[in-house]
Nanobody, 117 residues
Framework: QVQLVESGGGLVQPGGSLRLSCAASGFTFSTYYMSWVRQAPGEQRALVASVTRSGRTNITDSVKGRFTISRDNAKNTVTLQMNNLSPADTAVYYC???????????WGQGTQVTVSS
């Protein structure tokens, strides 16, 4: 049974930090391209950051310099470190796993991040 379980969301003041984690199980994590995607109220899902099987990362411009993505293939986890948060970062954050070679894609249930004073 495939599972992606996100944790670490919550309420934080502007300028604060949160660390999101995604624990994966039920598939060969190391072969999957992992991403964090967020969806703000009334908007479509948007890519935040991704990390390849080998650990190469890509960060969307709006969070570059503030967010960092990393993966631990030994622990089957992917982490999003978010610093200097602003209200514009308020969204539900989803963990996503893709294996383009076999055409498989999995989603977590999402974790709410709210940035507000």
């Amino acid at each position: 049974q495939v599972q992606l379980v996100e944790s670490g969301g919550g309420l934080v003041q502007p300028g604060g930090s949160l660390r999101l984690s995604c624990a994966a199980s039920g598939f060969t994590f190391s072969t999957y391209y992992m991403s964090w995607v967020r969806q703000a109220p009334g908007e479509q899902r948007a890519l935040v950051a991704s990390v390849t099987r080998s650990g190469r990362t890509n960060i969307t411009d709006s969070v570059k310099g503030r967010f960092t993505i990393s993966r631990d293939n030994a622990k089957n986890t992917v982490t999003l470190q978010m610093n200097n948060l602003s209200p514009a970062d308020t969204a539900v954050y989803y963990c996503n796993a893709v294996d383009l070679g076999v055409g498989h894609q999995f989603w977590g249930q999402g974790t709410q991040v709210t940035v507000s004073s």
